[in-house]
């Protein structure tokens, strides 16, 4: 695979951009050239370019007969250092922020698009309450409250003989093990927060260039500025250079920086109207989301706090209402209760009252409100482990804690949230609803139901395993159960009938897989001509891998069955806990013999299941953190995940994006304004996502400069259905209109990556090449004599149509115009190389 290029007929020096795509490559691989040298970069992220190459700019007439080909590697900021490994216990956050983002697009509909998103916010933050409950519910009730109570589970395990009750040590007291065992939840926030806080430093500083045009006007306080017209744009404005250092608005002025008659570059015909709306993505302060995630970081953090001061407080007060005047610090019980819920309420109030601030970028940080909360709430917990630990006469640890009631009201909240977000969605999508985008619109919620399952599914499992591994001694010597909250266990039996549930869909896809298949095998033999030499085996492998690649887009059925599924699953697992007040298994014990079987069965199951995947997610983050290959693999996940920015949940994996598009903008207008050359930026699969982002922020005259290929592209397959108001056919129609030339080429055989269904208009060419055949060849050939490989979404360089466009792309551009050059800036580049091969 070579990334060479045939010689434009004329437009001199030229530079193609390439950014890989999902999983990561090599510059070697990118560049086919075993000697390639770092010009930019650090190593998280950076361009390289040929050894050969290195004095491109220094002496850009010398390649004038052959674009210099770079290749920009991000990889890295997926899938780097072991700790990534710990990223996988922020999925359910990382999933919830895609919920986000997948609102359908409206215009002119302020509180509705607010509405959403506080919505969105609200249901991220049950998930950081589920997280620390359930670290409560193992620390807190499971060890030290059941078993550091019960003699025969503290005896077995010799950690745990000073907390023991039997032995009437000093932390023998029930308060003083549960104040001592809520280090435990303690750490994990504080865990978290550090994570978030130290990605925030990395990703969220990042600054983004600003030369679009000047911000906006802040809207009102409160007011949620992600996207609120069709498909999230404002008329654009003239921003002065200092603009963006100060993060002041700047007047406008009457010339701008992109009038033809100050730039001395004519307006490409059919360009981009001056005075168009501005896609979302193309905001000053979309990648700058530094503000809201600072603030929502505290909230969080706080909230996870309060958590933990709740469950403290709330076995205290039981004891103390049952016991009145026992302890000289039972008084202030109720002061701490009644703090506890203020500073609650007052979290939930910074949560939903300010959304992101994309019109203008955004460098205020909310210092005080970021220490202040979380410190507050940090004291609050301090003095509720120090009442908890207070001497009380005659309190003894017996039965559980009180987490039955807390975990179904927190599904019930969940829930309602959910059906609260799917009603919004509709009155979003009603006005202009896009056939094409996923499940109606209703996208979002389905995934936040997701995240909302796949919390319940890691944090029930983790308790269940614990109850399994603390329970086993005491039943053998004769002592009480240690057992998690039913609720848990009822939410463990609707895992197997959840998986019932999916086998009709799949086997109907499956079905329908196998029936498009043998319907394309007609098709396949007319694209290839094959009457002389028909190969059924090569055609069905054709067809087979058509039709493969096309239940892609049969995933909204299938995300939609899960969640709905899930919601009533859930909602029943709720009233059963609450009715029957026992476990599945001893729920049915007076119904049929069959039913009750099958409710055994459920739960036997389920726990096996839910402690199963809790091991087999154990082993996939120890493997992750010590090797390399699997966190790159797990990297992938995050590729996906993490494109957005961290709009509902601060303890979500990090935005790349905010890095990578930054790093793109600023290599697109160093090359054209040094040089004056042509430039076109490649991107692939994932790649090519970003590539569009940064296409969107380039200023105007650089954008004149650039062409956009695209190739294996989720686009509009993926990204325009999902997130229909940043991706969808206005919004990709739009972005069309802003560069100014534009190709996407696509397999039939691809998974992934699929036209962009840009339409020919305003006398610009459609965007999709026609789809390219893969393989290459049918059969052998003179030109390919041994059997091509089916390649599917990789290797599209290896087709010959990729060069040809990416050739006539460049012939495309206006001719390279010579610059003035600074010779210190020459020779600081001349140097700046160092080898990687």
């Not at 007011?223 to 069709?230: D, R």
């Not at 259905?721 to 969808?728: D, L, N, S």
């Amino acid at each position: 695979m070579s990334p060479a290029t045939p010689a434009p007929e004329s437009g001199g020096a030229a530079l193609e951009l390439l950014v890989h795509g999902v999983g990561g490559a090599t510059p070697q691989d990118m560049l086919d050239d075993p000697r390639t040298v770092r010009i930019t970069g650090d190593r998280t992220a950076a361009v390289y370019r040929r050894a050969e190459d290195l004095d491109a700019e220094i002496h850009p007439r010398r390649y004038a007969a052959r674009p210099i080909p770079e290749a920009y590697c991000w990889s890295n900021l997926t899938s780097g250092d072991g700790a990534r490994a710990l990223w996988l216990l922020l999925l359910p956050f990382m999933v919830v922020n895609l919920a986000h983002w997948m609102r359908p697009p409206a215009r002119g509909r302020r509180g509705a698009v607010r509405l959403y998103g506080v919505l969105v916010r609200l249901v991220a933050l049950t998930l950081t309450v589920l997280l620390t409950a359930a670290a409560c519910e193992v620390a807190l009730d499971l060890t030290a409250w059941q078993c550091a109570g019960t003699a025969a589970c503290a005896d077995t395990y010799p950690w745990l003989g000073f907390l023991s009750a039997d032995r009437g040590g000093w932390w023998s007291a029930p308060g003083r093990r549960l104040a001592l065992a809520a280090l435990v939840p303690a750490a994990l926030v504080g865990l978290l927060w550090y994570l978030s806080n130290r990605t925030w430093s990395a990703y969220e500083a990042q600054r983004p260039p600003t030369g679009y045009d000047a911000p906006t006007a802040e809207p009102p306080t409160g007011t949620e500025t992600t996207g609120t017209e069709t498909p999230g744009t404002e008329t654009p404005r003239t921003e002065t250079p200092g603009a963006a250092a100060t993060g002041t608005a700047a007047t406008a002025t009457a010339t701008t920086a992109s009038d033809p008659a100050t730039t001395g570059i004519p307006a490409p015909e059919g360009g981009q109207d001056p005075g168009e709306r501005r896609p979302a993505l193309g905001r000053p302060g979309f990648w700058y989301g530094r503000r809201l995630v600072a603030r929502l970081r505290a909230a969080h953090t706080a909230a996870g706090f309060l958590t933990i001061s709740a469950a403290l407080a709330t076995a205290t007060a039981r004891h103390d209402a049952t016991t009145p005047g026992t302890g000289s610090g039972a008084a202030a019980g109720p002061a701490l209760q009644a703090a506890v819920i203020a500073l609650s309420v007052l979290v939930v109030w910074v949560v939903c009252r300010r959304g992101r601030s994309e019109r203008r970028l955004d460098l205020c940080v909310e210092r005080a409100l970021v220490t202040w909360l979380p410190g507050a709430s940090l004291a609050l917990l301090v003095l509720t482990a120090l009442h908890a630990g207070w001497s009380r006469r005659g309190w003894a640890s017996t039965g559980t804690l009180p987490g039955d009631a807390f975990f179904g009201a927190l599904t019930l909240a969940q829930g309602g949230l959910v059906v609260a977000l799917g009603v919004v969605a509709l009155l979003l999508q009603r006005p202009g609803r896009n056939p094409r985008t996923a499940l109606r619109g209703l996208g979002g919620p389905a995934v936040a139901m997701l995240a909302c399952a796949l919390a319940g599914v890691m944090t029930g499992g983790v308790a269940q395993r614990v109850a399994d591994w603390l329970d086993g001694p005491g039943v053998a010597h004769g002592g009480p159960r240690i057992a998690p909250p039913v609720l848990l266990s009822w939410q463990a039996s609707v895992i197997p009938v959840l998986l019932l549930l999916l086998l009709a869909p799949a086997a109907l896809l499956a079905v329908r897989t196998a029936l498009a298949a043998r319907r394309l095998r007609t098709t396949v033999e007319a694209d290839y001509d094959t009457a002389d030499e028909r190969d059924p085996v090569r055609t069905g492998q054709i067809a087979s891998g058509r039709a493969r690649a096309a239940l892609t887009d049969s995933a909204p059925v299938l995300v939609g069955v899960v969640s709905g599924a899930t919601l009533l699953l859930g909602a029943a697992s709720v009233a059963g806990a609450w009715t029957s007040g026992n476990v599945p298994g001893r729920a049915f014990d007076g119904a049929h013999p069959a039913v009750a079987s099958l409710a055994s069965a459920a739960q036997a199951l389920g726990s096996w299941m839910i402690g199963f995947g809790f091991l087999l997610f154990v082993t996939w983050g120890r493997r992750a953190y010590r090797d390399a290959s699997a966190r790159r693999t797990i990297g992938i996940l995050w590729d996906v995940g993490t494109f957005w920015p961290r709009a509902a949940h601060p303890f979500a994996p990090p935005c790349y994006a905010e890095r990578a598009v930054p790093d793109l903008i600023w290599r697109m207008n160093s090359w054209t304004r040094s040089t004056g050359g042509r430039l076109v930026i490649s991107g692939h699969s994932q790649g090519s996502v970003l590539a569009a982002a940064a296409v969107w922020q380039l200023p105007p005259a650089t954008r004149r400069r650039v062409a956009l290929l695209t190739y294996g592209s989720p686009l509009e397959r993926l990204y325009g259905r999902w997130f229909p108001a940043y991706f969808g056919p206005q919004a990709l129609r739009s972005l069309n209109r802003t560069v100014h030339c534009w190709n996407n080429l696509y397999r039939a055989t691809d998974p992934i990556g699929g036209p962009v269904r840009v339409p020919a208009e305003d006398g610009r060419p459609a965007v999709d090449a026609a789809v390219l055949l893969d393989p290459v060849a049918y059969g052998r050939t003179r030109r390919h004599p041994l059997p091509e490989p089916i390649l599917g979404h990789s290797d599209y360089q290896a087709d010959p149509t990729f060069a040809l466009r990416r050739t006539a792309l460049l012939d495309q551009l206006l001719p390279a115009m010579p610059r003035q050059r600074d010779p210190n800036e020459t020779a600081d580049q001349g140097s700046s190389g160092r080898s990687s091969g």
